[in-house]
């Protein structure tokens, strides 16, 4: 069974860097694509960053580049997402998602439950 | 940045009665071999969204043979054939042709 479980939201000050992590399981994460998938409070869906199998490329929504890092460790079965200089804005369920084997940036089979980040003072 | 349109914004529907939501995007979704990178999501109350739809039309595993999609280029449609109360939840239409990948502002269908 694919599992995708992501920890490390919690309350944050402005300014400051939270790591969140998604620990995968029952797929092998080398052969797959990853994907940071952000919800503020009654809102709809943001795309925030992936990670491109194969390439190793990356892609960042414009709202988070030069802050937000995703990386993976296929070793450990992770994905990260090392996001610094946050803002109240930031606030959000984060959602780690695997994308599917057909080839393009979509097809987001697997989500996990999500992790709570809020940013306030 | 692809802007992606979706309408109606809520959709009441009576329980066996068809339902539709389309999605239009600002630019041609249609990639060079021959697919339309346009997914459809569903996200119940509650809950992570689920993949419906991927490449336009194809049903994600598991999902049930009333949901369909259609459509190609800038004009897409989430048709569901008999809609049941366990459909209720916000639908949202996600471009990933282009980065940034956008998603639609979602449809809320609810029961009557």
């Known amino acids: 069974e694919v599992r995708m479980v992501e920890s490390g939201g919690g309350l944050v000050k402005p300014g400051g860097s939270l790591r969140l992590s998604c620990a995968t399981s029952?797929?092998?994460?080398?052969?797959?694509?990853v994907s940071w998938v952000r919800q503020a409070p009654g809102k709809g869906l943001e795309w925030v960053a992936s990670?491109?199998?194969?390439?190793?490329?990356?892609y960042y929504g414009d709202s988070f580049k030069g802050r937000f890092t995703i990386s993976r460790v296929h070793t450990k079965n992770s994905v990260f997402l090392q996001m610094n200089n946050l803002r109240a804005d930031d606030t959000a369920v984060y959602y780690c998602?695997?994308?599917?084997?057909?080839?393009?940036?979509?097809?987001?089979?697997?989500w996990g439950p999500g992790t709570l980040v809020s940013v306030s003072s | 940045d692809i802007v992606m349109t979706q309408s109606p914004l809520s959709l009441p529907v009576t329980p066996g009665e068809p339902a539709s939501i389309s999605c239009r995007s600002s630019?041609?979704?249609?990639?060079?071999?021959?697919?339309?990178?346009l997914d459809w999501y569903l996200q119940k109350p509650g809950q992570s969204p689920q993949l419906l739809i991927y490449?336009?039309?194809t049903r994600a595993s598991g999902v049930p043979a009333r949901f369909s999609g259609s459509g190609s280029g800038t004009d897409f449609t989430l048709e569901i054939s008999r809609v049941e109360a366990d459909d209720v939840g916000v639908y949202y239409c996600?471009?990933?042709?282009?980065?940034?990948?956008?998603f639609g502002q979602g449809t809320r269908l609810e029961i009557k």
């Open positions: 998602v695997r994308l599917g084997s057909h080839g393009y940036k979509g097809d987001f089979d697997y």
């Open positions: 029952g797929f092998t994460l080398s052969s797959f694509s």
């Open positions: 990670f491109i199998t194969g390439s190793n490329d990356v």
């Open positions: 630019q041609s979704l249609l990639h060079d071999t021959g697919y339309n990178y």
């Open positions: 490449l336009g039309s």
């Open positions: 996600m471009q990933s042709l282009q980065t940034p990948i956008t």
